[in-house]
Structures are given as structure tokens and as C-alpha cells.
């Protein structure tokens, strides 16, 4: 038997579960920022005319309630500061700074108010201390926990200014949302698996949750990964001219812990009453909406409707710049009227999982039907201008604002999602991303493009003219592009990254969106400083609960198909444990596997069971141990395994974006 190679095996099993759970990058030296130009500052006054500034009440909402502010800092274990209120103070000014779009501002304020609020009776809300809310329903011997933050620190954090305040008992439930890892990451500082697993503690989610909440990173994550670094500016300095928000929230917290417990109780009917802690709740299941596994919720005695991510106080995104499978508009727009019509008669105060509620059966309506009618404008009139042959582009240049009153409303505005960015998605929906134009059948790489463009403008010099012609003219968008071209013609031509740093910067600070503020403002950094080290980490709980299916699907991603060539092999991948078998294939540097199965006359055979898959992939057992001391059994040519670990490639979330 030929030696196996304990490193190798465990960037196999850690990199293909655990790197696509790696914690917010560490803190990147930061960068100054440049002042807002003359044109940019007189676009951002411009703005004050367009909307109703003078409309305060979203202040009033979002203040009332108060029971307790928070101000300060949330620490881990470790002594690091993981939340830092302070870190927004600048914010305090009432007049938006030139480097800032106004709504922006505006909307970046609300987000700083942060603490304790009472929603109706028997129903809290811990809002501004993670990148989203906690609700706390107050049940007859217990607390139900609706959406316990990102990390255990900032969900303990939270906990603990409820009980300073509010009677403290214990929690006896948890309600998961939907699938994302804002709304479930801190479980663990609310409750104790042992608690759960003795039927102390139930915890609800919508069905597919698990599924969903593991998978939706996973195979796309380390991509996913580096992506949602731009879109939440994570190395972005907070203040006037850097990172001001999120547009859901001020951002995640950094350097926590991610953590897991999984639902003992799953909703799987379009509507289904339950009765917790003597609480009555009625879930209605909204599949394929603002996440593939999600779920409203309404307290008929509190006459309150919780909306989850469903109908938050903005545009959402039709399609997230981190990159994900494109949402349904329509089939959302839907599922909003159906909460609309099943509650809009009812409800006295709707509350969501990011954002400030609504009280009074009016609002409640107009912001259901408001939501409801945005995404089904974006939907329907990106088909109706698909349909008369408009490009991609040409529909996002076309659909310019939302009808009626829609584009003044401030719960409307692009404060996440964009609406030239939706209507692309919409598009790349229903057709894909190609234009249907022969000439785009095929195109030249950013280089090779990039190298064409810059000669047939008569070389860098002449480009770089005209990119400085261009950003004196404030035509900051043609200077992006033009600047992109150079870049890539040439990496190391420091004039030209500096000056498409420039551009950026100026789209940024015209930004209405608060992710497209931090993904210029992430990619002008990039262009003066590289690209950041990104380490990897790993977090347990959702390492444990990758299924063994996922992994093996994660592994034929890693595989290098060119370097699997005339390598074919036949492998049995048995867990003991649960009772589970695969059967492996390689040919033609293809990796595929089949479940529950087994190959008759298989190259190699590997006995181990899940939990020690688990321990590997999280660094604390190495392969070469596990094969010592039995927890793995390798049965026949276990060259041919040494041979299939070695074509896995470590994908690397540090790789350039806005350079070659």
C-alpha cells in the first residue's frame, strides 16, 4: 500500500466543505479615498430635489418602540471586536457630505438605530446589532427566538439586552426564516443543542431549509465567497468616503463564529397553524422568493405579520451581486399578494427580518401592494421589451425608473437591490446571458480584449487621454470602461489602475445602492493596494451538516479534468456509521457518483464514517492518524485514491477581479 499524504487529504475534505463557510476576510489596511468631484457633488445636490426629503416619518418608525439603545462594541471569546456601533458616528450629521448620494444618507441613518424595541404586545425586536433582526415573541413559560443573527457573539449580545430589560426565561423555540446565514448563524448563542436534542427546545424552518442553507454556497463558494466581500465592502474604511452601509443592515460581523442547529419541525404546507408556548402562529411558505427555502409568519392575537426577507424597506435584489441562482419576480410579486389578501384586512403592524415595522392596517397594505407591484413591473416590462428584441443592456437603459408613485416612495428605492441590475437578471432568467447577436457568440477574453482595444485606440497613452477626458466630463461610466480595457492591456501600468480607481470611486459616490457604493469603493482599493489575503475558515456546524452527497458533488468541482485524463478508476466510498454507500467514477476526467449504490469490482474501497469525514475536514484529525487507528479502512488499490486526491485543485478566494 502506497503512503497517503495527510495534507492532501485534508485540503481535499476541509477546502471542499469548509472553504466556502470562511468568516469575513481580517481587517485590510485602509486606503484613503479621494474627494467627491465638482460633477459628482452636484449630482448628489441634484437629488435633494427628487425626492421627499421632508418626509420624516420612516424616523419616527424607526425610533419607536425604544426600550434600550445599544451603543458600543460586541467582542468574541477572543477578546476581537466583532460589532462596533461607534464605528457609524459619522453618520450623525443631518446633511449628506458630497461624497454620498443624499437617499443614501438618509437610509444609512435609519440603519444606525440600534437596541431594543417592543413591537405589539409580547413581541421585541433587537435591531442594529448584526446585519439582521432578532424578533423575541414572548410565549407563556418562554421566549420564541425568530432569526438568531449571523454569529453566536452578536446573537448572545443581543439576547443579553433583552434579559436586562425583559423578564429572563429561557428560550423553548427557535423559527428560522429562510435559508440565509444572517437569519440562522447565531443559533448557538441562544440556545444548547443538548436542550434541543432533549425536546427542551424546538426549532422550526421552511422545508428544504437545510438543504438550501448548505448548498446554495457550496459549490459556487469560493467564487461566492470573494464576491460578497465587494458587495458588503469588507475592506472598505467606514466613513464619508468608504463603507456606510449595507442597505439591509451596516454590514455582518467580522471575526464570529457561524454556527447551526438543525430544525426538528419543518413547515412543508402553503399554510400551517401551530400553537408554541400557548403563542399561535400561522406560517404561510413562500418558496422561490427572496430565498429558495423561506417562510412568512402571523400572530392572530397580536395581529402582527412578520414579512421574513420577503418584503423588506427597498428594492431587494432579483438577482445578488455575490451571485446565486436568479430569484422569481413574479412568482414573488405573487406570494406577496397572497399575504396581501390572506392578512392585509388583519394584521395592525407588520415587522420584517432587516428594517423598522409598519403599524396600521393601511400601511401594512400599501407596502404589501407597493412591494407586490415593483416586482412584478420589474418581471413583466423586462419581458415586454425582451419580446420587441431589446438586448440586456438596452432594457436596463430603457427601464429608467419604477412606475407611478413607486419611484418616490422611499420602502422602493435602490438601497439593495438596482433596477438595472434586476432587469438584466429578469432577462438572464427567462434567455440566459446571451443576446441572441452572432457577434457575442463568441468573445475575446478581458486580455486578448482588452489588448485589441487599447491598440486600436492608438496605444495606453492615447487611452488613458481619453479616460481623463472622459472623468473631466463626469462621463464616469465610459471612464470605467475604457479603464477596464487599459487594466487588463496592461496590469501594471500604474497610471492607468490608478485613474480607473478614480472612475469608480465617482460611481460610488453617486451610488443610490449601498452594495454598489462598497463594490466600486472594494474594486477602487484593489486597484491601488491588489487584492487582499483572504484566509480560509472553517465552522463546524455547517461542515457537520454538508451530507456526504454534497461532498462528493463538491469534489467532482475540484477535479482538474485535464490533469484526470487516462486516469480512469472505479472507487466505493462506504459510511459505516449511517449505513451509506457511493459508488465513484472517473472517466474522461469526469467525476460523477451514484448513491446507495456500490461497484461490483471496484478499484479501491474506503471505509470511514461521517463523523470522522467531519473531524478531517475540520483539521483535527489527519488522514494518516484516522488510517492508524482504524477510524478509516482502505481496501484495495489505494494508490488509485492517492492518485484522485492529487488532481483536486485548492481553490483560493484571494483570485482578482478588477485585474487580470
Request: aromatic fraction near 8%; glycine fraction near 8%; charge should be neutral.
Amino acid at each position: 500500500m502506497k503512503p497517503f499524504h495527510a495534507d492532501t487529504f485534508v485540503l481535499a475534505i476541509a477546502l471542499a466543505i469548509g472553504s466556502v463557510h470562511a468568516a469575513p476576510a481580517d481587517p485590510v489596511p485602509p486606503v484613503p479615498g479621494k474627494s467627491a468631484s465638482a460633477i459628482t457633488a452636484s449630482r448628489n445636490a441634484a437629488v435633494l430635489t427628487q425626492l421627499p426629503f421632508g418626509d420624516r416619518a420612516d424616523f419616527e418608525s424607526a425610533r419607536r418602540g425604544l426600550v434600550a439603545p445599544f451603543e458600543g462594541q460586541i467582542k468574541n471569546d477572543a477578546g476581537q471586536v466583532v460589532w462596533d456601533s461607534h464605528a457609524y458616528d459619522f453618520l450623525r450629521k443631518d446633511q449628506a457630505p458630497d461624497s454620498v448620494n443624499p437617499s443614501l444618507w438618509r437610509h444609512a441613518q435609519l440603519n444606525t438605530n440600534a437596541g431594543l424595541f417592543k413591537v405589539t404586545d409580547r413581541v421585541y425586536q433587537l435591531r442594529g446589532m448584526d446585519l439582521a433582526n432578532m424578533t423575541v415573541i414572548e410565549g407563556q413559560r418562554g421566549l420564541i427566538i425568530i432569526d438568531p443573527l449571523t454569529s453566536i457573539d452578536t446573537a448572545r449580545a443581543a439576547l443579553a439586552l433583552y434579559r436586562q430589560h425583559r423578564p429572563a426565561k429561557p428560550v423553548v423555540a427557535v423559527i428560522y426564516t429562510h435559508s440565509h446565514v444572517d437569519h440562522f448563524g447565531g443559533v448557538r448563542g441562544v440556545v444548547d443543542q443538548a436542550d434541543v436534542k432533549a425536546g427542551k427546545v424546538k426549532i422550526y424552518a421552511p422545508a428544504g431549509f437545510m438543504e438550501h442553507a448548505i448548498s446554495e454556497n457550496l459549490l459556487a463558494g469560493t467564487a461566492m465567497f470573494r464576491r460578497a466581500l465587494y458587495q458588503a465592502g469588507a475592506g472598505v474604511p467606514r466613513g464619508e468616503l468608504g463603507q456606510i452601509d449595507a442597505g439591509l443592515g451596516k454590514g455582518a460581523p467580522a471575526a464570529s463564529t457561524i454556527t447551526l442547529i438543525p430544525p426538528t419541525h419543518l413547515i412543508g404546507k402553503d399554510y400551517e397553524t401551530h400553537v408554541i408556548d400557548g403563542v399561535q402562529i400561522e406560517f404561510q411558505l413562500t418558496p422561490d422568493t427572496e430565498a429558495p427555502s423561506e417562510m412568512n409568519l402571523y400572530l392572530p392575537k397580536q395581529r402582527a405579520l412578520c414579512m421574513a426577507e420577503n418584503a423588506v424597506r427597498m428594492m431587494h435584489n432579483v438577482l445578488t451581486p455575490r451571485g446565486a441562482q436568479v430569484r422569481d419576480a413574479k412568482g414573488w410579486s405573487r406570494h406577496l399578494d397572497n399575504s396581501l389578501v390572506r392578512y392585509g384586512d388583519k394584521a395592525e403592524v407588520l415587522f420584517a427580518q432587516h428594517g423598522w415595522p409598519t403599524w396600521g392596517g393601511e400601511g401594512i397594505r400599501t407596502l404589501l401592494a407597493d412591494q407586490r407591484d415593483m416586482y412584478a413591473f420589474i418581471n413583466d416590462r423586462t419581458l415586454h421589451l425582451m419580446n420587441q428584441g431589446l438586448t440586456p443592456n438596452e432594457i436596463a437603459q430603457a427601464i429608467t425608473k419604477l412606475p407611478g408613485e413607486l419611484d418616490r416612495k422611499w420602502a422602493t428605492r435602490g438601497y439593495y437591490g438596482v433596477l438595472s441590475f434586476n432587469v438584466r437578471a429578469v432577462y438572464q432568467r427567462y434567455l440566459g446571458f446571451y443576446d441572441a447577436n452572432p457577434a457575442n457568440l463568441d468573445p475575446l477574453p478581458p486580455v486578448e480584449a482588452g489588448k485589441r482595444y487599447v491598440a486600436a485606440m492608438g496605444g495606453s497613452a492615447a487611452v488613458l487621454a481619453q479616460l481623463r477626458d472622459a472623468m473631466a466630463k463626469g462621463d464616469y461610466r465610459w471612464a470605467a470602461q475604457l479603464g477596464n480595457h487599459l487594466v487588463f492591456a496592461e496590469p501594471d501600468n500604474n497610471e492607468a489602475r490608478e485613474a480607473q480607481a478614480d472612475a469608480l470611486e465617482q460611481l460610488a459616490y453617486q451610488s443610490e445602492s449601498a452594495i454598489w457604493r462598497n463594490m466600486y469603493l472594494t474594486g477602487a482599493g484593489d486597484l491601488r493596494r491588489g487584492a487582499p489575503n483572504l484566509p480560509s475558515r472553517v465552522t463546524e456546524d455547517l461542515v457537520k451538516a454538508t451530507t456526504p452527497a454534497m461532498f462528493f458533488d463538491f469534489m467532482a468541482v475540484r477535479l482538474d479534468s485535464d490533469k484526470a485524463q487516462g486516469h480512469d478508476m472505479t472507487l466505493n466510498w462506504i459510511f459505516d456509521d449511517a449505513r451509506q454507500s457511493f459508488a465513484l467514477t472517473l472517466r474522461n476526467g469526469v467525476l460523477t457518483h451514484r448513491e446507495g449504490s456500490k461497484h461490483a469490482k471496484a478499484d479501491v474501497t474506503v471505509h470511514t464514517s461521517k463523523a470522522t469525514l467531519d473531524r478531517i475536514g475540520l483539521r483535527q484529525l489527519d488522514f494518516a492518524t484516522a488510517l492508524r487507528q482504524g477510524d478509516i479502512r482502505v481496501e484495495g488499490q489505494a494508490g488509485k485514491l492517492t492518485e484522485l486526491l492529487g488532481m483536486l485543485a485548492v481553490f483560493r478566494p484571494a483570485f482578482n477581479i478588477v485585474t487580470p
